[in-house]
């Protein structure tokens, strides 16, 4: 075998996953769950401010 296949082989060994993986380490997911959820909620409160903070307003009146 020449180095090159050696090393090929070595990287290969090296980099290949040995036991199947799962998904409670999933950090990408969780971010990309994360910034959604944070788009969401920036859309919907430029959309409706003014009638969420009616809604609030009205719900905390009811309160007292």
């Known amino acids: 075998m020449t180095h090159l296949q050696l090393l090929v082989l070595t990287l290969v060994g090296v980099l290949s996953p040995t036991r199947s993986r799962d998904d409670r380490g999933d950090v990408p ?3 990309l ?3 959604m959820t944070a788009g969401l909620v920036a859309a919907l409160t430029t959309v409706a401010q003014d009638e969420l903070a009616s809604l609030l307003r009205r719900a905390l009146n009811q309160v007292q």
Request: net charge neutral.
């Open 29 to 31: 997911g969780w971010v």
């Open 33 to 35: 769950v994360t910034v």
